[in-house]
Every structure is written in C-alpha cells, then in structure tokens.
C-alpha cells in the first residue's frame, strides 16, 4: 500500500514539474532551434513563480488577469535608465506615473540596479515583443532615487518620511518596494527598522517589501 501511495506522489510530482516548465516564457528562437543572444531572464522567473497562471486568472464576471492594472507601486532605488523620459527603456517608460529624487543629484541610475528592479516590477515587455516583462506589467511606477553617484552613497531621509512620500503621492500607491540595505548594521533593530515599523503600524493599508539582503552574513543572531 505505501509503496503504492509513493509511487503516485513521485508521478504527481514529476507532473507539477512537466506543468512549470511548460509555463516558461521560453523564447521562440529557443524553441524553434534558431540562433539567439537571449540570456536567462525574468521571463523565467515568472515562469517557476506560476505568474503567467496569474495574468489569465478569471476572477468574478468583470475581472481578467492579475496584472497590475490600476495600481501604482513605488521604488526605492538607485536610478531609473538615463534620468529623463527621452532616456528611458521602452518597457518602463509608459509605466512611470512620477519620479522623487532625493539623491541630490539627478535621478540617473548609475549602475543598473534601479532599473532592473523597476524592470522587473512594471516591465512592459515591449523591446522584446513581450517576451521578458515584469511581474505586473499593467501598473503605474512612482520612483524614488536614493543614490548619489558623487558621494557613492544613498541618500535616504527616515523610512518614515520615504514611505510618507510615496503615500501621500498621486495615485497614492499601496505597495512599496525597497531593494537597498546596508552591511554594517549587523541584525540589529536600529531606528531604520523601527522607523519602518512604525509606518506600518500607522498605515496599515500599504504593504511594504523590504530584501534581505545578499551581500552580508552575521553569525549575531537576528
């Protein structure tokens, strides 16, 4: 009997893994055996999270598709592309709603973080007909550039006051997004991490998503 129950879970399995793969966006020059320069992407990313499921999911009579649309999201980062809408990729472009620069000066993207972040969240996906774009690629993208490329630092007031800017925006966006951190701070609750808990604790109807991290490694406890 249990050798039974086994062998249909390995069967089960090997099926959800048949299903993920089959979800991957993989590029039409891949799978028709032409040359290519694609490189592995966010498309395939989406792919092993079940996105591309979420983007056809009916939901109710009126509703199609989670992809975003009619939400704002903001990020704080480095830069976006070249620091203007003439500069700007094609699949961010058409998604920025506003832009804060509180690095002082400019809000070019010095290396490419801001904008791959940006790219993942809200990316189009119309440089490669659709092929590798973002996670919601229907909502708005209010950005905060936080990197001062002279001083090669960030340039960030309390969490607090970023996370207010954001709320307070037009638009007003409910998820915001911070893929920045710092190695010195070891674990510890510093006034950052209890800024960002009080924000939330006064505004309790936005979701904040904070990396954590993969620069660093502490042996501390956290």
């Known amino acids: 009997m249990y050798s039974r129950i086994y062998k249909y879970k390995t069967a089960l399995k090997a099926l959800i893994l048949i299903n993920v793969f089959l979800l ?17 992407e966010n498309n395939l990313a989406a792919g092993i999270m079940g996105v ?11 509703i199609t598709g989670l992809t975003g649309k009619g939400q704002i999201i903001a990020v704080a980062d480095s830069g976006l592309d070249g620091g203007s809408l003439e500069l700007l990729h094609p699949d961010i472009k058409d998604r920025l709603v506003g832009v804060k620069d509180f690095s002082g000066d400019g809000w070019a993207d010095p290396n490419g973080h801001g904008t791959h972040v940006a790219g993942s969240i809200v990316g189009t996906g119309s440089k490669s007909e659709g092929v ?7 909502a ?24 207010a800017d954001a709320y307070n925006t037009p638009g007003q966006p ?29 505004h309790q109807d936005m979701v904040v998503l904070k990396s954590a991290g993969n620069g660093y490694k502490t042996s501390k406890p956290l």
């Open 24 to 40: 991957l966006p993989w590029p039409t020059s891949l799978l028709y055996g032409e040359e290519s320069n694609y490189r592995t």
């Open 52 to 62: 591309p499921g979420l983007w056809s999911y009916q939901l109710g009579s009126s």
């Open 174 to 202: 409910r998820i915001h997004v911070n893929s920045w951190g710092a190695s010195f701070s070891d674990g510890v609750y510093d006034w950052d991490t209890h800024s960002l808990d009080k924000f939330v604790w006064d």
């Open 132 to 138: 590798v774009k973002g996670i919601a690629p229907e």
């Open 140 to 163: 708005g993208l209010y950005f905060q550039a936080t990197y001062n490329d002279k001083e090669k630092t960030l340039r960030i007031p309390s969490v607090y006051e970023l996370l």
